[in-house]
């Protein structure tokens, strides 16, 4: 069962200097890595003149190992994407993505100088980031008789389940998304409602 985890819900452009060199750094609510790579692509168009458009993001929860990448985009390995992912987990918010776009200044960083300055940029702008619990839901159809959709409403109301279609044929055929957590207490009660007749199936979509 997948546990609820906190993801980004607001875009985010704070700008940093070091040395000169300008470090402007991008979050942006993100869940493939499809979606990641078209707010790089969109921030080069933007940026044509930046030095480099480093990235990294998370396209799960903070702390899932799978759904993660990072690019240094020709800094040396491992002192922009890496740094950043770093920053990235530790804000404990998913489904983010981080773009940092410098302006070299004339004035090298080093190895050391470059991985704080990536990962500072990120650091700071994560201040500004806000988020929001996203809870797992289970696709699930229910069929049921009419006289049985009032509380059967109510049961999906109780768990804060959403109804997606519903049809009203010999029977009324619901399509449904269940917080996975609250499966138990909903197959319960509909148990209880209809005398062990009505049960959650799973849905083929």
């Not at 402007?24 to 790579?37: D, Q, R, V």
């Not at 799960?60 to 922009?80: C, F, N, R």
Request: aromatic content about 8%; charged content about 20%.
């Amino acid at each position: 069962m997948t546990k609820p985890f906190q993801i980004a819900i607001n875009t985010v452009e704070h700008e940093t200097l070091v040395n000169r060199s300008r470090f402007i750094c991008y979050l942006y609510p993100c869940s493939s890595i499809e979606e990641a790579k078209g707010y790089v692509k969109h921030l080069q168009e933007v940026h044509p003149q930046a030095s480099h458009h480093c990235y990294a993001f998370l396209t799960k929860a903070a702390d899932d190992s799978l759904g993660y990448g990072y690019s240094d985009d020709g800094e040396p390995s491992g002192t922009a994407g890496k740094p950043m992912l770093a920053v990235l987990q530790g804000g404990k918010i998913g489904q983010v993505c981080a773009v940092v776009v410098r302006y070299f200044g004339g004035t090298k960083l080093g190895t050391g100088g470059l991985q704080r300055a990536y990962g500072d940029s990120v650091r700071q702008a994560l201040v500004f980031l806000q988020s929001k619990t996203k809870i797992a839901m289970a696709a699930k159809t229910l069929a049921c008789q009419y006289s049985q959709v009032d509380d059967v409403l109510h049961i999906i109301s109780q768990v804060a389940g959403q109804v997606i279609e519903q049809e009203y044929l010999q029977q009324v055929q619901f399509s449904l998304l269940i917080p996975e957590a609250e499966l138990a207490f909903v197959e319960r009660k509909l148990q209880t409602l209809s005398a062990g007749e009505l049960s959650l199936k799973s849905s083929d979509n």
